[in-house]
């Protein structure tokens, strides 16, 4: 299951992170954010143990969505050593977002 990220736990979970970190950025009002949700849930157990897959709610944590300027979502950042090296705006594949973070390991 992928972990909640919050304003709260993000320095720990993310920036402390020796893992390369998959962030979905999503809302629950959002469409194309559940369009993509099984693929996220998917790729936490696939991943579990080489990456951290998270989701942020942004109504819930707007520090860190605005942190990284999100203004559309769905929004699927990749981050190594707690800089952004990927990212992808709006629904697509499951083999995009496996395909970003398999660059990253």
Not at 7 to 23: F, G
Not at 96 to 101: D, E, R
């Amino acid at each position: 299951m992928a972990i909640e990220i919050t304003d709260n736990n993000y320095q720990q979970l993310v920036m402390e992170s020796n893992q390369p970190v998959m962030l979905d950025f999503w809302a629950p009002w959002c469409g194309p954010c559940r369009m993509i949700a099984p693929f996220v849930e998917e790729m936490a157990k696939e991943f579990e143990g080489t990456a951290v897959i998270g989701k942020v709610n942004v109504d819930n944590s707007p520090e860190i969505a605005g942190m990284f300027g999100i203004r559309n979502i769905p929004t699927v950042l990749f981050l190594k050593n707690g800089k952004m090296a990927d990212k992808q705006v709006g629904a697509c594949p499951k083999q995009t977002l496996v395909s970003k973070l398999n660059a990253l390991l």
